[in-house]
Every structure is written in C-alpha cells, then in structure tokens.
C-alpha cells in the first residue's frame, strides 16, 4: 500500500460522496502487514503472513454522523458504503453534535520508521536460535518451552471534504519466549519478550525468561494481614489499563467515573503524575493524529495529585464546553476516547530502595483475573497474585496464592514512593500504558 493507492480510493471517495449529495464526510484507510514464527522443541513450529486493511466513512447529514466501513477498496464497494454511512445518518438517534474536523495548526513530525517486515528466512532462523540459547540456559527448561518472533507494518491515512489529509506508519518487530521450567518436584511457566529480532534481543529476553520464571519455583504462602505493598512496574501498568476508562470524559457524563466533577481537584498523592502523549519518545507505536485527525500531544492527566484533565474527543469535549485533549480513536467507523502512551511518571528510589522503606511486606510479581476481579465504576479489586516476601528491606522467597484488596481511588491516594524509571511494554497498540514500580502501605492482603 502506498499513497498512489490511496490517492486512487480518495477520488474514489469523493466521486461517490458528490453523487449522495454528500457535502461533510470523511476517510479513514488503514492497512496492514503482519508476520509471526514460533519454534516448539527444536524446529518451527508455525509460519504465518497476513495483510489486512479497511476504509471506514463518516458523514454529516442534517447534523448528524452517520458511518459505514468497507473491506474492500473496488469503486462498486466504495459506493455502497457511502450510501449505507448516508442512510445510516438518516436514522440515527445520538444527540452528541457531528463534527468533521478542519484540522490542526501544526502536527508533530514523526522519525520514519521501517517499510518492511523482516526477510522469512531470517525470522525462522531467529527463532529456531532464541529456541536453542533458552534450552541452553539450563537443564530445568523443559519441553512445552516456546520461542517466536513477531513483525507487522501499518499504514493510516485520513482525509475529509474540507481537504485535510494526514497519513502515519508505524511498525514493530520483537521476539518472544514462553519457557516451562521444572526441579523435578514443580514446572512454572514464564513469558518474556523484547524488541528487535535475533542476538542482542533473543539473549535479553532468555535471560529474562528464566531469570523471573525460575524464581517461582517452592513459592510459599502468606498469612492474611495487612502488608506493606510494592507492585512492580509490570502490575502497576495492569492496574493503570484496568482503571483507564475512568479518564475518559464520555463515561463522567455517563455516571461510570467517580472523577466525574473532579477535574481541578486533588485525587492522587502529591507524588502521581500521570501523562498521556501519543508521540511520547518512547512509546511503542506513535501517531501525530488521533482518530478524528486532532493532533496529538503530551498532556499532564494528574499533576501532583490533582486531576488536570479527564480525556476528550470533539463530541464530549464540545458537550463539557472545552476544547479535545485529542483522545478519539478510531474503531471501524466509529469514535471512542482512550489513552495513547499513558503513563505514570517515575520516582526517585530504586526498585531495591522501595524495598528497604516497604521494610517487611509483598513484592507483586503477578496479578490473575482483572476482568472478574476488578470494577472499574467503582474502583474495587480483588485479585489473585504471585511475588516474593519483602523482609528487612530485601526481596526473599517466592510467595503465591495470595488476594489483593482494594479500590483504584484510594490506591491513588496512598501510593507513597515510586521507583526511578517509567516502564513501558515492547509490543502493543496505539494505546499503552507504562508505570515504575510503586510502594503502597498497608494493603488488605488474604492468603492462609
């Protein structure tokens, strides 16, 4: 795909939308490349190329949105869904005000990223030597282990009838082991990934594996109390994407977030901040526009403990009597509000340095069951979790089986200490979430 091809589908586009009588309406095409090995014992055990893509189209009629989307791209296709997106306006029932957006004054420009996936062969033989270096890391890995490499390259592109054209590309490769380690009494399993494909990569994430799965083996129990908590980075950036629809303004006017009302006021400890900023440096994937072509940028959600902003695309932000934070995404044809790169920032101790204040306590490795566990209206949780004691300040035995406590507003309130480095995920979409580590006191724990 490239942009002669769009430039095809948009005249396309505009010759359908004339004959509808169609004077507001918009574009959006997305494709995309993905390819994936994995290696079971000592050869591939799957190979897979897929190429996907869509046009989804949005139209203004008589003030308001109707959509449709289309797989395929042919004049005959294009036609029909913009007689469907026409007709669907007609009868459609939301009072939420239709909006075809003008464009920004200025959009970030983006470093290019990779055209292509990684050649076949190459990927193979990565993965068949991540397979290999994870066997050879110990005589404990066992069958069952897995290995894989993954790889996809995306386009976007938008454009409205009041000429806005925007387009992005990203891409990511990264390799991903899944060991089974056993001591002859008990097998744990692990997963671990990191980018890139090949050497440096698959030794990171080998070392990883094991490291963090062999450390499970002859976990205990605890006995119910209350502890001294410190969940790592990966469980705080669990608990952040569980609890993220209460950012998001549409569900404050809808009464499903307790923040509702809140903005301006203090709900955090004076240590959260938290961000939100789709061309963050580091995030995974990144885009200068949002899903209705706002664009992006970094914006402080919760600064020093008080909620700066909920999250906003142009129908809620023009219901509240504000302007977009930029937070519509695109789903097909239609437009919800999520983060993009949401972030909480980072401390100034250590992981082991929380350890030490935690003093004696919990280190959560492993958080089971949010979709069950979890309330994201209320805040409440309750989860099943695995880690490691925290005794006179240093992390010692495995511990499993255990329930954790409580609810996301209070938890806000009590974090006491964060770790030093913001961490975020290798692979995922347009919306990731990243976090320190984070110390929490005296937390309802249930265990023996």
Request: aromatic letters at 8%.
């Amino acid at each position: 795909m490239n942009i002669s091809d769009f430039e095809k589908i948009k005249l396309s586009v505009k010759s359908a939308a004339e004959k509808a009588g169609l004077k507001e309406y918009e574009l959006y095409f997305s494709t995309e490349e993905s390819m994936g090995t994995e290696a079971l014992k000592d050869e591939i055990s799957s190979f897979s190329f897929n190429t996907s893509g869509g046009l989804s189209f949005r139209c203004v009629v008589d003030g308001k949105m109707g959509s449709a989307s289309s797989e395929l791209v042919t004049d005959e296709a294009i036609e029909e869904m913009v007689l469907r997106a026409r007709d669907n306006a007609k009868v459609i029932e939301s009072d939420d005000v239709a909006i075809i957006f003008k464009g920004s004054e200025k959009y970030a420009e983006l470093p290019p990223v990779s055209d292509e996936l990684p050649d076949a062969s190459a990927a193979r033989a990565a993965t068949l030597e991540t397979q290999k270096k994870m066997y050879a890391a110990s005589d404990m890995v066992t069958d069952g282990t897995q290995s894989g490499v993954s790889s996809f390259v995306a386009n976007i592109y938008l454009y409205n009838s009041y000429g806005l054209e925007l387009s992005n590309k990203v891409s990511n490769t990264y390799t991903v082991v899944a060991p089974v380690i056993s001591d002859g009494k008990e097998s744990v399993e692990g997963f671990e990934l990191a980018k890139g494909i090949g050497g440096e990569a698959a030794d990171e994430a080998v070392r990883k594996a094991f490291e963090n799965t062999a450390a499970k083996l002859g976990a205990g129990k605890i006995k119910t109390g209350k502890y001294n908590v410190v969940f790592s980075a990966e469980q705080m950036r669990a608990i952040l994407s569980t609890f993220s629809p209460v950012f998001s303004a549409k569900n404050a006017m809808l009464g499903l977030s307790l923040l509702a009302g809140k903005e301006g006021k203090t709900v955090a400890s004076e240590i959260v901040n938290i961000t939100d900023d789709a061309i963050r440096s580091d995030a995974p994937l990144k885009t200068p526009f949002d899903g209705e072509g706002v664009a992006t940028y970094r914006k402080d959600v919760i600064k020093n403990g008080k909620l700066e902003t909920l999250l906003y695309d142009l129908a809620t932000a023009d219901k509240a009597g504000k302007k977009t934070t930029a937070n519509g995404h695109r789903a097909g044809g239609s437009i919800s509000i999520a983060p993009y790169c949401f972030c909480l920032e980072a401390g100034e101790y250590t992981l082991d340095g929380l350890f030490e204040l935690a003093g004696n306590g919990i280190y959560i490795t492993e958080m089971k069951g949010f979709h069950a566990g979890a309330d994201a209206v209320t805040g409440d949780f309750s989860i099943e979790c695995e880690g490691f004691k925290i005794e006179n300040g240093k992390k010692t035995a495995p511990i499993k089986t255990f329930t954790v406590a409580g609810n996301f507003f209070e938890f806000l309130k009590n974090i006491s200490a964060l770790s030093d480095k913001t961490e975020l995920p290798v692979s995922a979409g347009f919306t990731v979430f990243g976090s320190p580590a984070a110390l929490i006191r005296d937390m309802s724990v249930a265990g023996e």
